[in-house]
Structures are given as structure tokens and as C-alpha cells.
């Protein structure tokens, strides 16, 4: 098990809404972090493309190798992240 | 699997439940979100296939797919280990 | 077992899965276990139904 796996929840936690780079077999992933799965550590990162698409990566959590924060997250990266996967109708759900 | 972390107080404790679960449910949203659409697996030794994805376990051990594009062809079902598979991929109209 | 039949069992099924599932995610056990039963259910009937092959069939990374 690596060392991205053997991280807890509040320091997988750190990580969502800021941008960041993975690294994991060699290849680099860039991206915002929605989340990380605290059962398989997999790393969901979001980017924002023009006409209102989304593209979603996600590196499996035994195949990070680092993880490098790029930049912090606003409120409205933060909102629009909340907002991605939110059923229509549920928008208000917050935390 | 995943544990609690030895001997901690209970502010500890809840908070690192409100963590784990705050992380778990997005991910499973994210996994829901997936359904039906078509997605790229990058694997391991250069493997990259396109299937749509149509669930998981719970354990994050199986990925089930339909239509999966292989390099000898379409397998109508099929399940890809998640062991074997580096990250995937796939969009969305996050417009709101 | 024992001959007891009357006696309800002393742990009942999913009662040892949800105290776990209450260590890990406190309050939110239970919203997040719905979530899991649903999407293990949908898992387990496609497999059930469509009878999926793993692919590869050996796999890459041991």
C-alpha cells in the first residue's frame, strides 16, 4: 500500500476544491479535486470547459505516486464543485 | 479496509467521520453520475479500452461495462478489475 | 447452532455490518449504507443477469 492510502479522511479532505497534479504511472493528471474515496483513496479531479462540460479523471488511490497542490480553490470553485454531481432539484444540498 | 484511528477523543472521532463520510458520498454520486456514460479506462501495460460504465461494488474492486471496445473487439458484458486500471474518464454537462 | 430455535440469534444479519458502518461514518451510517445497498444490489443483478466475463481474462497487475 503507498502512502496516498495510508492517509485519513480529514488529510484526504484537505485536498478537495484545490487544484492539483497527480502523479501515477508515469503520467501526470491535472485537475480540481471533487473528492477521494476514503475506501479505495481513488482521487476524483474535475476540469471546467467552455459550453458547460465537464471532464472527470479519476486515478485509482494505489496508483498515486504524489500529489502536488497547484492553487487554492474560491467559494465559486468550491460551489461549482458541490453543485456537479447533484441530482436536478437537490442543488441546495450543502454541508 | 479502513479503520478508526487508535485512541482518539470524541471531537476527533466526529470530525473524522464527518470527513470520511463528506468524501464517500461524493465519490459514490460521482460513480452514479457515470452510469450509462461512455468512459476511457487507462490501464496497466499501455492498455486503454472505451466501454459504458453500469456499476461497481462497493468495494471498488469491480467496475461492470457494457459494450467494452477491445483490441480483438466489442464484448457486449464484461468486468474490468479495478487493480488493473490506472485512472478513467469521462464528461458531463455540469451547466446548471 | 445451538437447539435454542426459539431464541431470536444473538447477532442478527447486518446488525455487525451497520455498527461498523457507524464507527466509520458516525451520524451519516445510514444515508451513506442506502447509498451502498443500492448500488451493491444494482452490481450484483447485472452480474446475476448479464453474467459479465472479466476482461482481461488474466489480469494485468497481480
Redesign the interface.
Known sequence: MNEWCRKKPLEWQVYVNKEVKVTAAEQEYQGWVFTVDPVSANIVLVNFKDGGKASIVAVMGHAVEAVDVLREGDSSMADQLTSLFMPAGARSYSR | ?????GPVDCVD??????????????????????VKRNVKF????K?K?DAVF???????L?F??ED?E?PLGV?K???????????????????? | VSGRSAQPPVERPGERRMAEMKKLYGEDAAKIQGMETAMQLTFDRNCDKKQPKYWPVIPLKL
Open positions: 479496509t479502513i479503520s478508526a484511528s472521532l466526529r470530525s473524522e467521520q464527518r470527513a470520511r463520510s463528506f468524501l464517500r458520498e461524493r465519490y459514490l454520486r460521482s460513480l452514479i453520475a457515470m487507462t490501464m496497466y501495460e492498455v479500452v453500469a456499476g461497481s461494488d462497493i468495494d471498488i469491480n461492470q461495462v467494452l477491445t464484448q458484458e464484461a468486468l474490468i478489475r479495478c487493480p488493473d486500471v490506472i485512472s478513467y474518464s469521462f464528461e458531463i454537462d455540469s451547466s446548471l
